[in-house]
């Protein structure tokens, strides 16, 4: 399976902290995205990282890429309620079929 | 402006129905995608259309039908609807041919079988 997936399932942290979130793949990629998903709304993009990436920063996300290990980290810094939400990883394995394997997600929940 | 729109929002309905939902997109995008999503939060790609053309069709059962009468638009329509199909449907869509791009996604029909 190509599918990727999240740990930890779950996490919860104060207001202030930084969160890390880990995602791991089997087969190798052309791109990987990270997704957040609020509760009850669809899914916003966040960052992508390219295979030949190894670190991609945006505000207070950063993205790192292990394609050796198979895995991708992202760190939200400085974390705020408002970022209390579910967040996915997604691989693109290339093809010509555009399509995006999605993990199982990781529900993080900062508290105020 | 909403980018990716569907309708309706919610949807409650008995086993046996036939049901469709709606997407459009006014992003000029030329991929659009329908995914399901359990109450588990698994997220699962249905099917796929580039310009028109059908290029992805995981293993989803007969009763699902995928329309796109134009590069805007990808209705799903449900027969004999099961209870095994509730679940947050959502659209997307994406411009392929700016190589790997991101997708962007509706806000999901919530589809309830009784």
């Known amino acids: 399976s190509q599918q990727g997936e999240e740990d930890p399932q779950a996490l919860s942290i104060q207001e202030g902290e930084n969160a890390t979130m880990n995602c791991s793949y089997k087969t190798s990629i052309n791109n990987l995205q990270w997704y957040r998903q609020n509760s009850g709304r669809g899914l916003v993009h966040l960052i992508l990282i390219r295979s030949n990436e190894r670190e991609k920063h945006s505000g207070r996300l950063r993205v790192t890429l292990d394609t050796s290990k198979k895995s991708s980290s992202l760190l939200i810094t400085a974390s705020r309620a408002a970022d209390t939400a579910s967040y996915f990883c997604a691989t693109d394995h290339g093809g010509s079929n555009y399509k995006l394997t999605f993990g199982k997600g990781t529900l993080l929940t900062v508290n105020p | 402006d909403t980018a990716v729109s569907q309708t309706p929002k919610y949807l409650v309905t008995q086993m046996g129905n036939d049901k469709s939902i709606k997407c459009e997109q006014n992003l000029g995008h030329d991929t659009m995608y329908w995914y399901k999503q359990d109450s588990k939060k698994f997220l699962k790609i249905m099917f796929s259309?580039?310009?028109?053309?059908?290029?992805i069709n995981e293993t989803v059962p007969n009763r699902f039908s995928p329309k796109s009468p134009d590069k805007a638009h990808l209705n799903l329509h449900i027969n004999s609807l099961e209870l095994g199909d509730s679940a947050v449907y959502f659209c997307?869509?994406?411009?392929?041919?700016?190589?790997?791009?991101?997708?962007?996604f509706g806000p999901g029909t919530r589809l309830l079988v009784l």
């Open positions: 997307a869509s994406s411009q392929a041919n700016r190589g790997r791009e991101t997708q962007y």
């Open positions: 259309y580039n310009n028109k053309e059908l290029i």
